[in-house]
């Protein structure tokens, strides 16, 4: 069980009451992961949620074992995460035109190369679906109580009380001695925060489709292209994920026994919406897919999004925030997590992952500091989290540039040149340790006046020998798009 950690399991119980009472806005990894580890640590949750119900709809994405280790305090999400994961998968690379460069290789061999342990990978596929199932199954189990069809429209703070709250959309106003706000980068909570207000446009957009594998039977030598990978020598199909790499674009595919999943990075078409809910035909992409490569995609790839069946192809639309120190609100209050606090391209690698991160972090720093502390105690956990994040962010986009203007020359020498880095720094870390590490020594920093840039004493948990420099995503464009390399800065970012 790769997601296991050191520490000994402190399941549900483990903690006394604190009397801190926590309501939680949304129902992405984020606000469920901050709903079930608040719980766990003895806070009092409830949950608001702007939709009819939680949607489990949507594909595939990366999760990272920082991600996981708090799973064993869960022995159910433990079980059902190991048994939902794609163990023994492999990888194989391909040019957008069809041209296989890097064969299928196990992802087991790949890190055994790399010097990593071949039983604790970085991180896993999962398919959204089954991951968000095994969450809404947790948060029955433990009771915690979700009013649905409650949009907030403005979140507010009450200093002498004490209360942070919120006031949806039919005029009802809740409270609560800290709201945690995980709605997303269009969370109303920026206005009180005070950070940037506006999520920006990226002019980019991801086509993404999951579906019964048993449509590909239409075409059996399609099916057979885009079935599972046999090893050589025989043996039981395993998983395989496929990535097609075009200029300023690429795609990926994966292959489960049931379910066939395709996704597609592109230029915005004019169609696209930030829901999971909103859906394109097969013939928008096909007219669409072409523009601006050089030459056409592959056909196989074509032909599987041929065969996509209707209202399956989500266009989600990329909007990104850039990197800002203010998550919370003046009297700290009112708290952002995950995307409502740092917005990732979807090449990093870590939306999922640091959303759900910055939850085990909160739950943690509101049980240290208590129910008396609870504004010390967030200040405490945006300083452990931004500049992380920030890095995180970041790798984003270097992971973006070696997808998207690949040097096929040297990915052919080294496959690694065309995969995105996975830095020991990102799946190594335990957020909830790290709290528990560093809190004392965070709130004494802060209490002295030492600015969060400023402090060297506290360990930390972005690349050893990074010096945090405020950056903006206009200006990491604005050099891709004349033609210099994403610089990452000082440091291990290895």
């Excluded at 674009?249 to 395709?262: E, F, G, K, N």
């Excluded at 074509?302 to 989500?314: D, F, M, Q, R, V």
């Amino acid at each position: 069980m790769p997601y296991i950690t050191e520490g000994e399991p402190k399941p549900i119980g483990s903690y006394p009451d604190s009397g801190i009472d926590v309501l939680v806005v949304g129902t992405g990894l984020a606000g469920l992961t901050a709903a079930i580890e608040c719980r766990r640590k003895g806070h009092k949750v409830r949950i608001l949620e702007k939709c009819p119900d939680i949607n489990t709809q949507g594909d595939m994405y990366f999760m990272g074992l920082s991600a996981t280790k708090f799973f064993k305090h869960w022995p159910e999400m433990a079980k059902e995460y190991d048994e939902i994961s794609l163990h023994n998968s492999w990888l194989a690379t391909y040019k957008h035109d069809g041209e296989l460069v890097i064969p299928p290789l196990k992802v087991a061999e790949r890190l055994r190369e790399a010097g990593l342990d071949p039983g604790t990978p970085p991180g896993l596929f999962q398919m959204r679906p089954l991951v968000y199932r095994m969450y809404i199954r947790q948060v029955g189990r433990l009771g915690i109580p979700i009013t649905f069809n409650k949009k907030v429209v403005d979140y507010w703070e009450d200093l002498q009380r004490g209360k942070g709250g919120v006031t949806t959309e039919d005029g009802e106003r809740y409270e609560a001695d800290v709201v945690i706000a995980a709605d997303g980068v269009g969370s109303k909570a920026q206005k009180l925060v005070g950070g940037q207000v506006r999520a920006m446009k990226s002019g980019r957009a991801m086509w993404r489709a999951a579906f019964d594998i048993r449509y590909l039977d239409q075409k059996p030598e399609l099916k057979k292209f885009f079935s599972m990978h046999i090893p050589e020598g025989g043996g039981r199909p395993e998983p395989i994920v496929r990535t097609w790499l075009g200029p300023g674009t690429y795609a990926m595919q994966l292959t489960r026994p049931d379910t066939v999943i395709w996704i597609m990075n592109h230029d915005v078409t004019g169609s696209e919406k930030e829901s999971w809910t909103h859906t394109v035909e097969s013939d928008e992409v096909l007219r669409n897919m072409d523009n601006k490569v050089p030459t056409p995609w592959a056909p196989e790839l074509k032909e599987l999004i041929k065969l996509t069946p209707s209202k399956t192809i989500i266009n989600f639309e990329l909007f990104w925030r850039n990197p800002q120190p203010k998550w919370a609100s003046p009297g700290a209050r009112v708290i952002n997590i995950g995307d409502a606090a740092h917005s990732f391209l979807p090449a990093s690698g870590n939306g999922a992952t640091q959303a759900i991160e910055d939850a085990v972090s909160l739950a943690a720093c509101l049980e240290i500091g208590g129910r008396d502390k609870v504004p010390q105690s967030v200040r405490a956990h945006v300083r452990m989290r931004f500049i992380r994040n920030a890095c995180a962010q970041k790798l984003g986009f270097f992971n973006a540039e070696l997808l998207q203007d690949t040097d096929w020359k040297n990915a052919k020498v080294d496959y690694r040149n065309a995969q995105p880095r996975m830095p020991r720094w990102v799946w190594q870390h335990d957020p909830e340790k790290y709290a528990y590490e560093v809190y004392d020594q965070v709130v004494l920093n802060m209490k002295r006046g030492i600015p969060f840039h400023l402090d060297f004493e506290v360990p930390p948990n972005y690349p050893p020998g990074y010096k945090y420099e405020p950056w903006k995503i206009e200006d990491i464009m604005e050099a891709l798009r004349a033609g210099r390399k994403v610089e990452l800065g000082a440091g291990d970012w290895s």
